[in-house]
């Protein structure tokens, strides 16, 4: 035998003497079978001899990696052979089919061997062996079953789980022979991670459990992205004018930006990161609402009155980032009290301006408290100091 090719003798077994295509089987005796029975155990305990002789002779990583992954993906190769001939009519005879069921289980029991010993050399992205897959879709669906028994208070949960459980299922059935590891791996941790989640969520928040856990598993796919996409628009949508809307679109954006996304992950590659595109729509929606309430407030027609307010400007030496950042901290913290804080801006920009800029845009002022540098807030707080000890000396 070659000693360069451990899995010469079974790729010879495999490929060759078993194949009803290239070897007529009806010929072999009850002996021959035997003899190939037992020469299969003897042969499976050298090729694990073999295999690690080999790996273990090799210093380099990259090279040990490379003969891992060779042999690991001519046992596939081997694996998917051998599942393929017995398919054939010719293994109804019960002797050859105990014979080439011996040889499927060897190689499967090599690749475990493969997998287990040198785990940390395969490729996530390596197809799974036949045996492995019939398993894992098996085990999948079953998990998968249990997502439907899900206490759900939210109607739009309810829609939402009946989107990822149709989607994994295909996902699932459809894997046929070409399923990765790292494909089965992240179906796996999803049913996990929903099956052991608690979903008592309150009814004022943005997002709900389930969002969250799809969100941070990335699964980005275009039915639940569609699906969330349009229940951030609703909330917006409840509200009278663009003000209103922009100020709800801003809050749900910054409680998105507080939310993990695992971007190694994915449901599918082929798809952007669900952060990506949803970081995407908020952006143009934010942009769309800025726009439409520039243009209300250069429609309007000044008066006489708003002409005297105008003149009757207090100038303050902060930049409106700064500015901004002071007005929002007094309306969180209740130290002005309003309807919102779209409504404190409202209010009081109008009557200010800075040393550079004599009319300016509340709408502007206010989208500027949520970006802060951290310059920024150090003036601020150095303002607020300068304020504090000149209130002791009265």
């Not at 694996?79 to 019960?94: A, E, I, Q, R, T």
């Not at 061997?113 to 395969?122: A, C, M």
Request: charged residues 25%.
């Amino acid at each position: 035998m070659n000693t360069l090719y451990p899995l010469e003798w079974l790729d010879t077994l495999i490929l060759h003497s078993l194949n009803p295509n290239k070897t007529d089987l009806t010929v072999l005796s009850n002996i021959d079978i035997a003899g190939i029975s037992e020469s299969v155990k003897i042969e499976a305990e050298k090729i694990q001899i073999r295999l690690k002789n080999e790996i273990f002779l090799l210093v380099k990583k990259r090279q040990i990696r490379l003969q891992v992954r060779k042999y690991h993906s001519n046992l596939i190769y081997l694996l998917d052979s051998s599942v393929d001939h017995k398919k054939n009519k010719v293994f109804k005879n019960n002797d050859l089919a105990k014979v080439l069921n011996l040889v499927i289980s060897t190689v499967d029991e090599l690749l475990s061997f493969v997998e287990n010993r040198f785990s940390q050399y395969l490729s996530l992205d390596e197809r799974v062996p036949i045996t492995y897959l019939i398993v894992s879709k098996k085990e999948l669906m079953l998990k998968l079953s249990t997502l439907e028994d899900l206490q759900l208070e939210l109607e739009q949960d309810r829609s939402t789980i009946g989107i990822v459980i149709n989607e994994l299922s295909n996902s699932i059935q459809s894997s046929n022979e070409k399923a990765s590891f790292r494909q089965i791996m992240y179906n796996r941790l999803l049913l996990k991670r929903l099956s052991e989640a608690s979903y008592n969520d309150d009814l004022n928040s943005t997002f709900s459990t389930l969002d969250k856990i799809l969100i941070e598993m990335n699964f980005n796919c275009k039915k639940f992205v569609d699906t969330l996409i349009a229940k951030l628009s609703r909330n917006s949508n409840n509200d009278d004018d663009y003000s209103e809307k922009l100020n709800t679109l801003l809050c749900s954006y910054k409680d998105f930006n507080q939310l993990f996304s695992n971007e190694r992950i994915t449901f599918d590659p082929m798809m952007q990161n669900i952060k990506t595109t949803i970081d995407n729509w908020f952006n143009y929606e934010i942009l769309y609402y800025e726009r439409q309430i520039r243009q209300i407030i250069n429609e309007q027609i000044p008066t006489s009155e708003t002409s005297n307010k105008s003149n009757d400007k207090v100038e303050c030496i902060l930049s409106t980032d700064q500015m901004a950042l002071i007005l929002r901290a007094s309306d969180e913290s209740r130290v002005l009290k309003a309807r919102s804080m779209n409504l404190v801006f409202k209010t009081i920009i109008p009557f200010l301006s800075t040393p550079f800029k004599r009319d300016l845009s509340y709408h502007s002022v206010r989208t500027k408290s949520y970006n802060a540098e951290d310059r920024d807030k150090e003036i601020a707080i150095q303002t607020l100091k300068k304020i504090i000890e000149k209130i002791k000396t009265y």
